[in-house]
Every structure is written in structure tokens, then in C-alpha cells.
């Protein structure tokens, strides 16, 4: 009865070992991805180094090599860990708001991304990098994630502007206008306090930028259609 029972515990412990390996890995890749969006946001992929990021992890640099391959793999994994979250989150949000109407829609959808912007400010400094200049990491970028949130968004400007509830404008152009306006005061946080006396990233103020940079595109109640000019006699 005893070597029975030693039998039948004996396969949990293999099970325990992997599973303790699986975490392992895991929290690995987690530290290592948490310190390549520090490297990437500070020093761009040209100048991040991936000893930097291994030393930045407290991890040798062969586990760099080994979970991402390259810094180009690296950099994808890295980048990807936050856009895959918001394009997942905006297309659910898109599912969840079938039937309403457009403005609405984009209304609910330049909110989250205000929102979003106030707690992934490397994100925007990895952009800032990565699209200042062409590079098959700008080409993958395009590709791979910000031309389908850019075309649908730009979808939804037509609709609202159709309906007059939105500035006139190229939507594409409208979208950067209004992404410098979500993002440039977190990126001058430091200043922005010291001039303001307000931190940009205090919930208070948070609510506040979303209110005005809502207030600047969108319009409510929908604009009056242009009047015709009247004939002269």
C-alpha cells in the first residue's frame, strides 16, 4: 500500500517542474520585454543596446538572445505587448457599439485613446523614434498595426462629419492634429507641472484633457450647413 501511494504521487512532480519552468519563462520574457520598452522609448532602436536591457532586466544577455532572437525580434515583442492590448481593446469597443451612430462611436474611441496615452507615455516616445524617419520597424509598424486603427478611425470621421458633429478637415490630417493634442503634454510632463503646478497624469486632470481635446473636434449640437450666398439682383 505504501509503494502504491509513492506511485501514485510520483507523476505530480514532473507536472510541479514544468509548470515551476513555464513561470520561469515567463516572468523572464516579462522583465526583459518591461526593460526593452525603457531602452527602445529613451534611445530609439538604433541606439538601444540589448546588453542595456539584459543588464537593465538583472538578467544575462544570452536570455536576451535566446527568448527574442534579435533586437529586431526584440523590438517587435516589445512594441507589440502594448499595441496588441489597445487594438484588442478597440475593436472590442467597435463590436460593442454596433448601431450607434458614428460620432458616438469615435467620441468613445478618442477617449480611450486619451486614456491610454496618459498611462503609455514610452509608447509615444518609442513613435516618436520609430516614425521620424523610414525603417523597415516604421514599414512593419504601419503594416502590422496603425493602418487599420488609422482607416477605421478615419471611417468614423466621415460619418461624424456627415452628420456635422465633427471639424471639417482630411480625417488622416485631423488624426495626427488631434494625436499631438492627446499626447505632446504628457511627453512635456516635467515642464508642464512646473509651469501648470499641475501633474498631467493626476485622474483630475486627466478627465479635464480628455474635455477639451473632445471639445476641440467634435461638435455639439452639430454645426449649422453653410448658408448660400445670396444672389445679387
Aim: net charge positive; glycine share 6%.
Amino acid at each position: 500500500m505504501r509503494a502504491t501511494a509513492q506511485n501514485d504521487g510520483a507523476p505530480a512532480a514532473p507536472r510541479k517542474r514544468e509548470r515551476a519552468v513555464q513561470q520561469r519563462t515567463l516572468d523572464t520574457r516579462r522583465k526583459i520585454i518591461e526593460a526593452a520598452i525603457e531602452e527602445f522609448a529613451r534611445n530609439g532602436y538604433e541606439g538601444a543596446s540589448t546588453r542595456t536591457i539584459a543588464t537593465n532586466a538583472g538578467l544575462q544577455h544570452t536570455l536576451v538572445t535566446y527568448h527574442f532572437t534579435s533586437k529586431e525580434g526584440l523590438w517587435r515583442e516589445a512594441i507589440s505587448s502594448i499595441l496588441a492590448t489597445y487594438r484588442a481593446a478597440f475593436d472590442a469597443r467597435l463590436e460593442g457599439l454596433r448601431g450607434v451612430d458614428d460620432a458616438t462611436k469615435l467620441r468613445l474611441i478618442h477617449e480611450d485613446f486619451i486614456r491610454f496615452g496618459a498611462s503609455n507615455l514610452d509608447f509615444h516616445r518609442i513613435m516618436a523614434h520609430v516614425a521620424a524617419s523610414p525603417s523597415p520597424q516604421l514599414d512593419w509598424l504601419i503594416e502590422e498595426y496603425l493602418r487599420h486603427t488609422f482607416d477605421a478611425r478615419a471611417e468614423l470621421i466621415r460619418g461624424a462629419q456627415k452628420a456635422g458633429r465633427y471639424v471639417e478637415g482630411d480625417p488622416y490630417h485631423l488624426e495626427y492634429i488631434f494625436i499631438g493634442a492627446v499626447t505632446r503634454i504628457y511627453m512635456l510632463a516635467s515642464e508642464v507641472e512646473k509651469i501648470m503646478g499641475r501633474s498631467p497624469f493626476d485622474p483630475e486632470f486627466i478627465d479635464e484633457h480628455v474635455r477639451v481635446c473632445l471639445g476641440l473636434f467634435f461638435r455639439d449640437p452639430p454645426a449649422a450647413p453653410p448658408a448660400k450666398a445670396k444672389r445679387r439682383p
